[in-house]
């Protein structure tokens, strides 16, 4: 086996995926800035949930927002729901794992929040729990999804935003979402800063 030729089509399937996604997700992208922003400069807050990698990306998310991206400025509302040990086994627990995002939702979203909801496939049963308690709780879904979107694709309002990688394979979606997250904090950051370029 090749190991350097099996690392080189990685970085080049990598490369090859987010810039064959440029053309469909640049302008929901900007969409989805200028959504967290407003909802940030409206004295809103961001919730963020997604299993797996995709927890790591909301935690991610809401570390840049609360801390810092690449620029010094305020610290900004965002709240990863993957963190909270106690509350995630007592809903799981007492509930059913389904529900472990959507409680939260309930107990701390509020209309004029946004929800950061995140699945690879779009078919995460939790976020799918969590995508409901926001609508009824009249905030505003960005959804990061790969495949085609799956049941989350299906179930966003009008008023959505839907940013679903046009690939398969799971590496690759969760490493454009990376790639979108970033893109994400440095365009609230140009917002809220009033960079030009």
């Given at each position: 086996?090749?190991?350097?030729?099996?690392?080189?089509?990685?970085?080049?399937?990598?490369?090859?995926?987010?810039?064959?996604?440029v053309?469909?997700?640049?302008?929901?992208?900007?969409?989805?800035?200028?959504?967290?922003?407003?909802?940030?400069?409206?004295?809103?807050?961001?919730?963020?949930?997604?299993?797996?990698?995709?927890?790591?990306?909301?935690?991610?998310?809401?570390?840049?927002?609360?801390?810092?991206?690449?620029?010094?400025?305020?610290?900004?509302?965002?709240?990863?729901?993957?963190?909270?040990?106690?509350?995630?086994?007592?809903?799981?627990?007492?509930?059913?794992?389904?529900?472990?995002?959507?409680?939260?939702?309930?107990?701390?979203g509020?209309?004029?929040?946004?929800?950061l909801?995140i699945?690879?496939?779009?078919?995460?049963?939790?976020?799918?729990e969590?995508?409901?308690?926001?609508?009824?709780s009249?905030?505003?879904?960005?959804a990061?999804?790969?495949?085609?979107?799956?049941?989350?694709?299906?179930?966003?309002?009008?008023?959505?935003?839907?940013?679903?990688?046009?690939?398969?394979?799971?590496?690759?979606?969760?490493?454009?979402?990376?790639?979108?997250?970033?893109?994400?904090?440095?365009?609230?950051?140009?917002?809220?800063?009033?960079?030009?370029?």
């Amino acid at each position: 086996m090749d190991l350097i030729a099996r690392v080189a089509r990685h970085f080049e399937d990598s490369a090859q995926t987010k810039l064959d996604a440029v053309e469909a997700m640049a302008a929901p992208i900007a969409g989805a800035i200028e959504a967290l922003t407003a909802c940030l400069v409206d004295g809103g807050k961001i919730l963020a949930c997604g299993n797996g990698g995709s927890a790591a990306d909301a935690q991610h998310f809401a570390a840049e927002l609360v801390g810092r991206f690449e620029a010094e400025r305020q610290e900004l509302a965002a709240i990863a729901l993957t963190t909270d040990t106690s509350i995630l086994t007592a809903v799981a627990n007492d509930y059913s794992f389904n529900q472990v995002f959507a409680r939260q939702v309930r107990a701390l979203g509020h209309a004029g929040d946004v929800l950061l909801a995140i699945s690879t496939s779009g078919n995460s049963g939790n976020v799918i729990e969590a995508i409901r308690a926001a609508h009824e709780s009249a905030m505003l879904v960005v959804a990061l999804t790969g495949r085609g979107g799956g049941q989350i694709g299906e179930m966003l309002d009008d008023d959505d935003i839907h940013l679903c990688v046009p690939a398969d394979r799971t590496a690759r979606i969760q490493e454009t979402h990376l790639l979108v997250i970033h893109c994400l904090c440095d365009g609230i950051d140009a917002l809220l800063l009033g960079v030009e370029q």
